[in-house]
């Protein structure tokens, strides 16, 4: 007669062998036509047990990280495996909650399944709860108002004092909000925009060495950009406006063309073309001088614009985001702030949101693709030239609107984050530095995140997030916590 623990370490050797051994276990079970039978359960196992979810879901690969396993017909002297390890001081709160420090990976990392086995037999097996990562990401989390329904956010130090500011675009009041770090991010300023902006930029554009915002203003009649001239005391003045295309989506800036100054360059999601503003401001006014237009193919519809240099000959490449058409384009940069192109790459269903680093450790800069539509992120594994091969399909949570790439665990290799506007979380995919990526860990934000920024706003050493939360007007601030 086999004990307990020989019965134990026999099904964790079956683990091995898949699904097919756990339903062998069921099926020799519910044969048995002896007294004290136990039946089949539809977790896998026999008798009237189950394990309906843990937490944390995740742990390091070392373990000994606490856990509580919350399920139904627990009893005193359960034991717990992760995998085919047994978990150590396991105690049984209640029928329904076990706790208990999750054992080592062995050095893998991934989907395990978690089994709660009773004295009487009874085990359940639960194949999709918990995983183990190379590293368990920690953020403390922050909620702050701003203005009505924020659709963008950026973190940049408009005021001189080393912090960044946190600025939002906000749709449904008409305005940008400045919450200033100095200040802990409380009691923002909000600042008029001609109608609802929708993207930011921030550089220094009339040459006062004052940082300005530049604003993407959505369906205005002849005001498509507007900017914002910072006053040195960390305020702005009132709006200047520009004329450029309709219904633009997307604003960057960048000296293009070596003169000292930012140029402007603008995404109308309407006209299937990119618009450079070339910079000529006269210290202390703004103007700027219709430049080259850049043509996508029709119906492209861009959606977002991403300035990197692709290439590694110091000119910045001009990346555009095609809703409709499922692409990026990539506009090859050269000397004068002119580009060529552009060279057309199949992505996902309604590109929304680029990004660009080195994911695979080639020196060669990739970009990463968000996919509305597709609920996925493409990654595009960049050849040097401008054009890419395919990489990774990620799969995000409801509705995605943001991407972002930076290094949140500290070991050198980039993984991506993604806002997830349906999901009211943020997704981290770290990154093993070849082009391969965990699993997501999961983060709670406010209600329905549209903008998200990914930088070291308290000056840490450690990436933080930042999320612009659309129905909750708020941002939720995730500061990095992090340990290695």
């Not at 369906?219 to 219904?247: H, K």
């Not at 360059?265 to 006269?282: F, H, M, Q």
Request: net charge negative; hydrophobic share 40%; glycine share 14%.
């Amino acid at each position: 007669m086999l004990t307990r623990k020989t019965t134990f370490s026999r099904i964790g050797q079956w683990f091995g062998m898949g699904s097919l051994a756990l339903l062998l276990i069921g099926g020799a079970a519910s044969c048995d036509s002896g007294p004290g039978a136990l039946p089949p359960n539809d977790m896998g196992g026999v008798g009237a047990i189950s394990v309906t979810s843990v937490s944390p879901a995740v742990a390091g690969m070392t373990g000994g990280t606490p856990v509580a396993v919350y399920g139904s017909g627990f009893a005193a002297g359960a034991t717990v495996a992760f995998g085919n390890k047994l978990a150590t001081e396991v105690q049984v709160i209640s029928s329904t909650q076990i706790q208990a420090l999750v054992p080592d990976s062995g050095g893998m990392t991934g989907a395990v399944p978690v089994t709660v086995r009773n004295l009487d037999g009874s085990f359940a097996v639960a194949s999709t709860l918990f995983r183990y990562v190379r590293v368990v990401l920690d953020f403390s989390a922050e909620r702050i108002a701003v203005g009505n329904h924020p659709v963008a956010v950026l973190a940049e130090d408009t005021n001189g004092d080393g912090g960044p500011e946190i600025i939002t675009a906000n749709d449904g009041s008409q305005d940008v909000s400045v919450l200033a770090a100095n200040l802990g991010y409380k009691n923002g300023v909000s600042y008029s925009t001609p109608v609802g902006p929708n993207a930011l930029a921030v550089a220094d554009f009339n040459g006062n060495r004052i940082p300005d915002i530049a604003i993407a203003c959505n369906n205005a009649n002849f005001q498509d950009v507007a900017i914002l001239s910072g006053n040195g005391g960390g305020g702005f003045m009132p709006p200047v406006t520009f004329t450029v295309g309709r219904n633009p989506t997307a604003v960057v800036a960048r000296d293009l063309d070596g003169d000292g100054k930012p140029d402007i360059v603008v995404a109308p999601r309407t006209g299937d073309l990119v618009y450079l503003l070339k910079n000529t401001s006269v210290t202390p006014s703004f103007s700027f001088a219709t430049g080259a237009t850049y043509s996508l193919k029709a119906m492209s519809a861009p959606s977002a614009l991403l300035l990197e240099d692709l290439t590694g000959d110091v000119y910045p490449e001009l990346v555009t985001a095609n809703y409709s058409d499922s692409s990026i384009s990539t506009f090859i940069g050269n000397s004068g702030g002119i580009f060529s192109g552009p060279k057309n790459t199949a992505a996902g269903a309604q590109v929304l949101s680029l990004a660009a680093g080195d994911l695979t450790g080639d020196a060669k800069k990739d970009v990463a693709a968000l996919n509305f539509n597709t609920r996925s992120v493409t990654v595009l594994k960049g050849r040097g030239d401008g054009s890419f091969d395919p990489g990774e399909l990620l799969t995000t949570d409801k509705d995605p609107r943001v991407v972002a790439i930076a290094d949140m665990d500290g070991d050198g290799k980039l993984d991506l984050v993604v806002a997830n506007g349906g999901a009211d979380s943020v997704g981290i995919y770290l990154g093993n530095g070849s082009g391969g990526f965990d699993a997501p860990q999961s983060f709670t934000v406010g209600a329905t995140p549209y903008g998200m920024v990914v930088k070291d706003i308290n000056l840490d050493g450690k990436p933080d997030i930042v999320t612009a939360n659309y129905n909750s007007n708020d941002v939720s601030i995730l500061r990095n916590k992090t340990q290695r």
